[in-house]
């Protein structure tokens, strides 16, 4: 009799047993998700970081974004690389390098009256010249965007596309950008202005040469690039239908 109770018993335990290493199971999970940063798995749950929206593809969504980051590289070159595109705008504007950096409003009123060399207004023009130049550079970057990575993007913050741009081609824009800059800075006589000046104001102007100038407007430069292309990113994800496509405005979730 004890060895036909023992079997319902052992029944019991092996239902017990199977229940508790279910929850084990679960737990384990639990808490390796909690290490992971993500959730748990559940016959419910699946991964939404990197999923793009309902009824868009993988490949609509990596599209539509190198397309929206197209149009707003083309919108920064044409508003920095014109005619007073850095002169002309506060935000961006560059003022002088270095220690002459405290005499940028004496510098401006005298270059307003004709006899200040025009320092300023170089460095400012030197820039405009060479962002004007970098719309081929940006749009490689783009085009070399794998899918895994623009899926991500097109999930993430409201500037994550540019933060993701200035962290992974900031230091090669740069460098590709730098001897444009010196060409640009030499085709408006900068380094001569910054010369004269400095050989009459050693005391104020201290030792900033040739190759100081060239790195202190290439990061100008760069930095105004993805200043604005961060406000253009910003301005696609709100009014993605603004830009005439309806591909962008399913992606990032306006009708359309």
């Known amino acids: 009799m004890r060895a036909r ?71 920064v070159v044409a508003q920095l690389g014109r005619p007073g595109g850095f002169a002309d705008d506060p935000r961006v504007r560059i003022g002088l390098p270095g220690p002459l950096g405290k005499l940028n409003g004496l510098f401006q009123t005298l270059d307003r009256a004709g006899v200040g060399g025009g320092l300023s207004a170089k460095l400012n023009a030197a820039a405009e010249g060479a962002v004007g130049k970098t719309l081929p550079l940006l749009k490689t970057a783009i085009t070399r965007m794998t899918v895994t990575d623009a899926l991500g993007l ?40 910054l010369d004269n000046f400095t050989a009459k104001n050693s005391l104020i102007a201290g030792q900033f040469g040739a190759k100081d ?17 961060g406000e253009q990113e910003r301005e696609i994800r709100r009014n993605p239908l603004g830009t005439g496509s309806k591909l962008l405005g399913r992606i990032f979730g306006k009708a359309g």
Not at 217 to 225: F, Y
């Open 154 to 193: 097109v999930t993430g913050g409201e500037t994550s596309a540019t933060d993701y741009f200035r962290r992974t081609m900031g230091p090669d824009l740069q460098t590709a950008m730098t001897p444009v800059v010196a060409k640009s800075l030499s085709g408006v006589k900068a380094f001569q202005a």
């Open 213 to 229: 100038l060239t790195g202190y407007v290439t990061q100008k430069a760069s930095d105004g690039v993805f200043l604005y292309l």
């Open 5 to 75: 109770m023992l079997i319902p018993g052992a029944g019991i335990a092996l239902a017990v047993a199977g229940s508790a290493a279910a929850q084990s199971a679960q737990d384990a999970g639990s808490i390796l998700g909690a290490i992971l940063g993500r959730p748990a798995p559940s016959a419910s749950s699946a991964p939404t970081s990197t999923a793009p929206p309902p009824g868009v593809t993988d490949s609509e969504a990596s599209s539509g974004l190198k397309l929206a980051l197209g149009k707003a590289a083309e919108k």
